[in-house]
Structure formats: structure tokens, C-alpha cells
């Protein structure tokens, strides 16, 4: 096979609140020989906050970071779904209109760059599915995660608006995802099938409606509960914060006592895959409980 | 034309006879053309015509007979049959819009979706004589300005499957801001700034919408909502509405954080958006993140992107605070 290389656009979280999305991406990345080359020039992606206050400054700094993506000669990838949201929106709309595209990089040359629309932008996930595949995948595993049962929360961004990230996602329905379950069985694990699979667990509210989030939050850790999940695996970092640094208030808010270990879903390819545990960052994860006696 | 057999189930509940709601089966020889309607209508005719949902124009119109199939929620009258069992297979569960608001099978009350949406004025509020020498105009390009808001039919689609409102009972809903975009942007309304403090209030406004995009799913006339909420956002910041919060603040953040860091400095944002006080909730949950390894301290920051100097550049050159027709 080609030896698989992507530009990394890595994102403000796994560089600080997740440091265990970052060990585990890359401890992965090594073990399945794809080179992921960190893009240094690049900006925080701004979320949706800054597309609320200043859209245009949003769209201007996103389609900077793909330029650096696009000098590389290199397809780009994210590993949280915000980041994923925002960027692939970017190019989508500057890909479609002309007129936009035409203003955006008349603001870019003022810095000598021209965005040109020749790297695409996917998530990590959906990038080991295209092109590395589940079967090569599957070849990997030297530790099954038999017996398993591993709720997969997909995380909103990566999945929906359908219009723009079908382009990048293989076409994922976002009423009934597969890639995620998909990825399980090629580890072995048993995907558990629940309602909350694709709902939101708030986080874009944390702060200032953090009731709001502790509910959603709640509400699917408790379904994942009750449809027997050992444990909860998602592609977004910010999905995991909140199902793990915010599982007590969480299930609170539901008036629950849930505890249900949130891995990464780099962490858990690269349990399957035989990486030993520290560097999958996983002494970073809250929530231990059980953890040690699903993986022994 | 091509036929199958697809085994229907459906929620069947009548506070007249039933104390829980329970689901019936039904087994029909179905045509490929066929849509839920049909379906709905021929439960009533072929098996029970007690069975009761609400339908009125069958033109995708009247916006009354939305209901769940396998918990998409769908306009009947607009969606094919087998293109869901594409998705769903031969088994196909129906239930109302929203199970928690059921008064009979299909039907549901939706009085709260009404009121919120009657709360952001849906009418043209304007000073003009009531007979004017000259017609209030609007240019083709300041009608262009609402996009598609005005052709939404009120079927409630996106409000059953919003989030914010499923654990906010306050939270007005994507469809009423679509009506509100629609006349902020009208040029020959008088309320503006009125209808932009509504729509600005905490809990109820569009600071509490999740960006979880389902508005923009669910949509059968390709509204999509979530894109006027921002552009509700933009609003705000524009016409100088925006009051000092944690959700503005949040917003405003990013872009302080960026200008100074190139990358987003969590604890930063926290500390500005919160303030001292609000920050101090946080203490709890910090420390157990400190513990395990998940807070960067001054010394151990992650380091700047390279080319500080673009960045600040491009920051100075394409900062707007604008409300722009489309993205
Ligand atoms: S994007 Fe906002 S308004 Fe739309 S469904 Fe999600 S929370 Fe509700
Ligand atoms: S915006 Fe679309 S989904 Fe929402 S009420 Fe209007 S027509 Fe229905
Ligand atoms: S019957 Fe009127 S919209 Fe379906």
C-alpha cells in the first residue's frame, strides 16, 4: 500500500485539555505507518463563536489554515469535529462561489497566499476508512475488543450540516450513521445500537447555558447506560470533555449515577491495535472506572 | 410498478380507552411511488378508521402532517416510502412528531411551538399612512436579503428535534428565528431593534442554540434554520444590541484569543467569557483536571503558530463586524 500522508491540522484542544488525543493520534498514526505532518502555521478555527461575531474573519483564517494544507501538497486532516465543521464549511463555500472566493483571497494576498481549492479536508475517521480501510484495519488488531460493548457517539459536526459534510464523510446519513460502528466491528467490539448515537451533547453551550449541556450530556450517557454500553467511544474531543470531565454534573442533571469510561476514538483503535495504554494517553481520562478490566 | 411488503408499526394511543400508549402492526403490499400519506390514509380506510393524524392540503402547504418514521421526523405528504426503507429496511415504526405531546395517535398539541413563534411578532410592524402617496418599495436585491425564510410552512419539524428545546422549555426554536430573520431583514419594517432584543435574550434567544445542526436536516422545505441564526448572530453584533455576557463574551473571546495567541487559549476563555465569579464554578472540575494532566499552565503552554505576523495581519485586514446575505 502507499505510504498514506496527511496534513494535520490538529486543532486548540488536543494541544491542551485532551493531551490524550493527541499521544493517541499520533501513537496510532505511527503503528499503522500513515505520516501525519502537524501544520504549524495554523489558527484556531474560531468554532462557531467566531463565525457569530465576525463570519467573514472566520472564513478568512479557516481558508488560510487550507492554504498551508495546499502548499504541502497534502489532503488535510482533522481530529475534532468542530474544527472539521468549520473548515470543511469554508471550503465548501468557497469552492461553490466564485464571487466569495475571488474577495477571500484578495484578502489573502495581502499576506502572499491564494487559496486554491486543491486539498480536501476530512476527519481522521473518515480518512482511515477511505483510504487505509477497515479490512487493512481489521489486519492490524492483535487485541480484539471481544466482548465489548462500546456505545458510539458520532458527535453532531462530523455528521451534519448532511449538505456540506457528505462531501467529506463518504456520504454518512446522518439519521443512521454507520462509519463509527463500522470501525467497532472491525476492532472486534459489539456497537451498541441507541437513540442518542447522533444527537448533541451541547458543548457549544457550556458556558453560558451550562444546564442545557449537563442535560444533553446526560441524557445520552444515561441511554447509553440502559442499552448496556461498557463504554463510550467518539472522534470529537469536545464530545469526550464533556461525557468525561463533566460526567457528575452530567448525571446529575438526569438524577443518574452514571459511570461509563469516554475514549477517543484514536485510544480505542490503538488498544485494538496493541499500543500499550500510557501512550494512549489514557491516565488523562477522568473517568477510570472499570477501564482497567475492560482492556486486560 | 414495482410493489413490496412492509410491515408498518404504529403508535396507537386514545386517553378515551387507553392508559399507555402501545403500537399496532400493520402489513401492506406497497407501490413504489407510494407516500406516507397514503400510508396514514390507508391504516384509516383498510384498517381502522379510528386511527386519527392531522392532513390537510397534501401539497407540502399546509404543514400539518408531520410525524416520525424510525425517529426521522418527515412530512408525510412529501416522503416516499421506499426511499426510507432504503435507509430503515422493511420495518417501518411511525409515531407522532413529538411522543411527549400526543393527545391522540398522530396528533399532537403544539401550543407551545405557537406561542413562541406568536412571541417574535410575525407580522409586519410598521408606521405608514393608511393611505400613502406612495407605496412602501422593496428592491429585488432587499427582498433577496430573507433568502428562502419566508417559505417556511410552520410544520414544527425543526422545533421537535432541537435539542435546546427538548431541555429548555424557554428556548424559542429555530423556526420562530426564521420568522424573525425574515422581518429584521425587511426593509419596510419600523421594529428592528425591538425584534432584535427578542431574539437576544438569554435562554430564550439564539445564545442557546447548540449548533447541533438538525434544524438544517429536517427541513422539507430546505429552510435550513441554523444559517439564520447565525446570521441572527451577526445581527446583534452589527446594530450594537449585543449585551455584555457570558455568551457574547464567549463569542468576542475567540477572536481576543486568536489575535493574541493564533491558537484559542481554553483557560483564557473561560476567565473572559465568566468573569472571576463565574470562573470560580469551575474550581472543581479544574482541580480534577489538573490532576490529570489536563490544564497547561503559563509555562507549559502549547507554542504559537508559526507566522504570528500573518495572522495578526490578516486579523487587521478582514475583521467586519457585518451581517452578510449568505453563507
Ligand atoms: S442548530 Fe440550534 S436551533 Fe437548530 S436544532 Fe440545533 S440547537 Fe436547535
Ligand atoms: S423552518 Fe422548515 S422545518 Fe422549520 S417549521 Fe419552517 S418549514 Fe418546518
Ligand atoms: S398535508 Fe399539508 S403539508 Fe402535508
Same mark, same amino acid.
Given at each position: 500500500?502507499?505510504?498514506?500522508?496527511?496534513?494535520?491540522?490538529?486543532?486548540?484542544?488536543?494541544?491542551? +485539555?485532551?493531551?490524550?488525543?493527541?499521544?493517541?493520534?499520533?501513537?496510532?498514526?505511527?503503528?499503522?505507518?500513515?505520516?501525519?505532518?502537524?501544520?504549524?502555521?495554523?489558527?484556531?478555527?474560531?468554532? +462557531?463563536?467566531?463565525? *457569530?461575531?465576525?463570519?467573514?474573519?472566520?472564513?478568512?483564517?479557516?481558508?488560510?489554515?487550507?492554504? !498551508?494544507?495546499?502548499?504541502?501538497?497534502?489532503?488535510?486532516?482533522?481530529?475534532?469535529? &468542530?474544527?472539521?465543521?468549520?473548515?470543511?464549511?469554508?471550503?465548501?463555500?468557497? *469552492?461553490?462561489?466564485?464571487?466569495?472566493?475571488?474577495?477571500?483571497?484578495?484578502?489573502?494576498?495581502?499576506?502572499?497566499?491564494?487559496?486554491?481549492?486543491?486539498?480536501?479536508?476530512?476527519?481522521?475517521?473518515?480518512?482511515?476508512?477511505?483510504?487505509?480501510?477497515?479490512?487493512?484495519?481489521?489486519?492490524?488488531?492483535?487485541?480484539?475488543?471481544?466482548?465489548?460493548?462500546?456505545?458510539?457517539? !458520532?458527535?453532531?459536526?462530523? $455528521?451534519?450540516?448532511?449538505? $456540506?459534510?457528505?462531501?467529506?464523510?463518504?456520504?454518512?446519513? +446522518?439519521?443512521?450513521?454507520?462509519?463509527? *460502528?463500522?470501525?467497532?466491528?472491525?476492532?472486534?467490539?459489539?456497537?451498541?445500537? !441507541?437513540?442518542?448515537?447522533?444527537?448533541?451533547?451541547?458543548?457549544? /453551550?457550556?458556558?453560558?447555558?451550562?444546564?442545557?449541556?449537563?442535560?444533553? &450530556?446526560?441524557?445520552?450517557?444515561?441511554?447509553?447506560?440502559?442499552?448496556?454500553?461498557?463504554?463510550?467511544?467518539?472522534?470529537?474531543?469536545?464530545?469526550?470533555?464533556?461525557?468525561?470531565?463533566?460526567?457528575?454534573?452530567?448525571?446529575?442533571?438526569?438524577?443518574?449515577?452514571?459511570?461509563?469510561?469516554?475514549?477517543?476514538?484514536?485510544?480505542?483503535?490503538?488498544?485494538?491495535?496493541?499500543?500499550?495504554?500510557?501512550?494512549?494517553?489514557?491516565?488523562?481520562?477522568? /473517568?477510570?472506572?472499570?477501564?482497567?478490566? $475492560?482492556?486486560? | 410498478?414495482?410493489?413490496?411488503?412492509?410491515?408498518?408499526?404504529?403508535?396507537?394511543?386514545?386517553?378515551?380507552?387507553? =392508559?399507555?400508549?402501545?403500537?399496532?402492526?400493520? #402489513?401492506?403490499?406497497?407501490?413504489?411511488?407510494?407516500?406516507?400519506?397514503?400510508?396514514?390514509?390507508?391504516?384509516?380506510?383498510?384498517?381502522?378508521?379510528?386511527?386519527?393524524?392531522?392532513?390537510?392540503?397534501?401539497?407540502?402547504?399546509?404543514?400539518?402532517?408531520?410525524?416520525?418514521?424510525?425517529?426521522?421526523?418527515?412530512?408525510?405528504?412529501?416522503?416516499?416510502?421506499?426511499?426510507?426503507?432504503?435507509?430503515?429496511? =422493511?420495518?417501518?415504526?411511525?409515531?407522532?412528531?413529538?411522543?411527549?405531546?400526543?393527545?391522540?395517535?398522530? #396528533?399532537?398539541?403544539?401550543?407551545?411551538?405557537?406561542?413562541?413563534?406568536?412571541?417574535?411578532?410575525?407580522?409586519?410592524?410598521?408606521?405608514? =399612512?393608511?393611505?400613502?402617496?406612495?407605496?412602501?418599495? #422593496?428592491?429585488?436585491?432587499?427582498?433577496?436579503?430573507?433568502?428562502?425564510?419566508?417559505?417556511?410552512?410552520?410544520?414544527?419539524?425543526?422545533?421537535?428535534?432541537?435539542?435546546?428545546?427538548?431541555?429548555?422549555?424557554?428556548?424559542?426554536?429555530?423556526?420562530?428565528?426564521?420568522?424573525?430573520?425574515?422581518?429584521?431583514? =425587511?426593509?419596510?419594517?419600523?421594529?428592528?431593534?425591538?425584534?432584535?432584543?427578542?431574539?437576544?435574550?438569554?435562554?430564550?434567544?439564539?445564545?442557546?442554540?447548540?449548533?447541533?445542526?438538525?434544524?438544517?436536516?429536517?427541513?422539507?422545505?430546505?429552510?435550513?434554520?441554523?444559517?439564520?441564526?447565525?446570521?441572527?448572530?451577526?445581527? #446583534?453584533?452589527?446594530?450594537?444590541?449585543?449585551?455584555?455576557?457570558?455568551?457574547? %463574551?464567549?463569542?468576542?473571546?475567540?477572536?481576543?484569543?486568536?489575535?493574541?495567541?493564533?491558537?484559542?487559549?481554553?483557560?483564557?476563555?473561560?476567565?473572559?467569557?465568566?468573569?472571576?465569579?463565574?470562573?470560580?464554578?469551575?474550581?472543581?472540575?479544574?482541580?480534577?483536571?489538573?490532576? %490529570?494532566?489536563?490544564?497547561?499552565?503559563?509555562?507549559?503552554?502549547?507554542?504559537?503558530?508559526?507566522?504570528?505576523?500573518?495572522?495578526?495581519?490578516?486579523?487587521?485586514?478582514?475583521?467586519?463586524?457585518?451581517?452578510?446575505?449568505?453563507?
Amino acid at each position: 500500500m502507499k505510504r498514506l500522508r496527511y496534513a494535520l491540522y490538529a486543532g486548540c484542544t488536543a494541544k491542551q +485539555s485532551t493531551p490524550e488525543l493527541w499521544k493517541s493520534t499520533m501513537a496510532v498514526a505511527d503503528k499503522l505507518g500513515i505520516e501525519l505532518v502537524d501544520l504549524k502555521e495554523a489558527t484556531c478555527c474560531g468554532a +462557531s463563536h467566531l463565525r *457569530d461575531f465576525d463570519a467573514f474573519l472566520s472564513m478568512v483564517l479557516n481558508a488560510r489554515n487550507i492554504c !498551508y494544507a495546499e502548499m504541502k501538497n497534502l489532503d488535510m486532516v482533522t481530529i475534532c469535529n &468542530t474544527c472539521q465543521n468549520n473548515i470543511a464549511f469554508v471550503k465548501a463555500k468557497l *469552492d461553490e462561489d466564485a464571487q466569495l472566493r475571488l474577495e477571500v483571497n484578495e484578502h489573502l494576498a495581502e499576506i502572499g497566499l491564494k487559496y486554491r481549492g486543491t486539498s480536501s479536508v476530512r476527519h481522521f475517521m473518515y480518512a482511515l476508512i477511505e483510504d487505509y480501510g477497515l479490512d487493512n484495519l481489521a489486519k492490524k488488531v492483535v487485541k480484539p475488543l471481544k466482548n465489548i460493548n462500546i456505545a458510539p457517539f !458520532y458527535g453532531c459536526h462530523n $455528521i451534519r450540516p448532511f449538505h $456540506i459534510q457528505s462531501g467529506f464523510n463518504m456520504g454518512e446519513n +446522518s439519521f443512521h450513521p454507520t462509519g463509527l *460502528d463500522n470501525l467497532i466491528l472491525a476492532l472486534q467490539g459489539k456497537p451498541v445500537e !441507541y437513540a442518542y448515537k447522533n444527537r448533541c451533547c451541547g458543548f457549544h /453551550v457550556d458556558l453560558q447555558a451550562p444546564k442545557t449541556a449537563d442535560k444533553l &450530556t446526560g441524557l445520552a450517557l444515561a441511554d447509553a447506560t440502559d442499552n448496556g454500553a461498557d463504554m463510550v467511544v467518539t472522534p470529537c474531543p469536545l464530545c469526550q470533555l464533556n461525557m468525561d470531565v463533566k460526567q457528575k454534573s452530567a448525571s446529575k442533571a438526569v438524577a443518574r449515577e452514571i459511570k461509563l469510561p469516554v475514549l477517543h476514538l484514536t485510544q480505542l483503535i490503538g488498544l485494538a491495535i496493541g499500543i500499550n495504554p500510557k501512550d494512549l494517553g489514557l491516565e488523562h481520562n477522568l /473517568v477510570q472506572y472499570g477501564l482497567k478490566e $475492560i482492556i486486560s | 410498478m414495482e410493489k413490496k411488503r412492509i410491515t408498518f408499526k404504529v403508535f396507537r394511543f386514545n386517553p378515551a380507552v387507553d =392508559d399507555l400508549p402501545h403500537y399496532e402492526s400493520y #402489513v401492506m403490499e406497497v407501490k413504489k411511488d407510494a407516500l406516507v400519506l397514503d400510508i396514514l390514509n390507508r391504516i384509516k380506510w383498510e384498517f381502522d378508521g379510528s386511527f386519527t393524524y392531522r392532513r390537510s392540503c397534501r401539497h407540502g402547504i399546509c404543514g400539518s402532517c408531520s410525524i416520525r418514521v424510525n425517529g426521522k421526523v418527515v412530512l408525510s405528504c412529501k416522503e416516499n416510502v421506499f426511499e426510507l426503507t432504503d435507509i430503515f429496511g =422493511d420495518l417501518l415504526v411511525l409515531e407522532p412528531q413529538n411522543k411527549q405531546k400526543v393527545i391522540k395517535d398522530m #396528533v399532537i398539541d403544539r401550543v407551545d411551538f405557537w406561542n413562541k413563534y406568536t412571541e417574535v411578532k410575525p407580522f409586519l410592524v410598521a408606521k405608514y =399612512d393608511e393611505h400613502p402617496e406612495v407605496e412602501a418599495r #422593496v428592491s429585488p436585491d432587499e427582498a433577496s436579503l430573507m433568502l428562502d425564510s419566508d417559505i417556511c410552512i410552520q410544520c414544527a419539524n425543526c422545533y421537535s428535534v432541537c435539542p435546546s428545546v427538548r431541555v429548555n422549555e424557554k428556548y424559542y426554536g429555530p423556526a420562530a428565528f426564521v420568522k424573525a430573520y425574515r422581518f429584521i431583514v =425587511d426593509t419596510r419594517d419600523h421594529n428592528k431593534k425591538e425584534r432584535i432584543d427578542i431574539i437576544n435574550e438569554p435562554e430564550k434567544g439564539v445564545w442557546d442554540c447548540v449548533k447541533c445542526y438538525k434544524c438544517a436536516e429536517v427541513c422539507p422545505k430546505g429552510v435550513n434554520p441554523i444559517e439564520k441564526i447565525t446570521l441572527l448572530h451577526n445581527q #446583534v453584533f452589527k446594530e450594537g444590541r449585543a449585551k455584555n455576557n457570558v455568551a457574547t %463574551r464567549h463569542a468576542i473571546g475567540f477572536k481576543k484569543s486568536i489575535q493574541k495567541n493564533g491558537f484559542l487559549d481554553e483557560g483564557f476563555l473561560v476567565r473572559y467569557s465568566e468573569g472571576i465569579f463565574g470562573t470560580m464554578k469551575h474550581l472543581r472540575e479544574a482541580f480534577d483536571m489538573f490532576r %490529570r494532566g489536563k490544564i497547561k499552565m503559563p509555562w507549559n503552554m502549547p507554542s504559537k503558530p508559526k507566522k504570528m505576523n500573518e495572522i495578526k495581519q490578516l486579523i487587521k485586514v478582514a475583521s467586519k463586524i457585518e451581517c452578510r446575505r449568505k453563507w
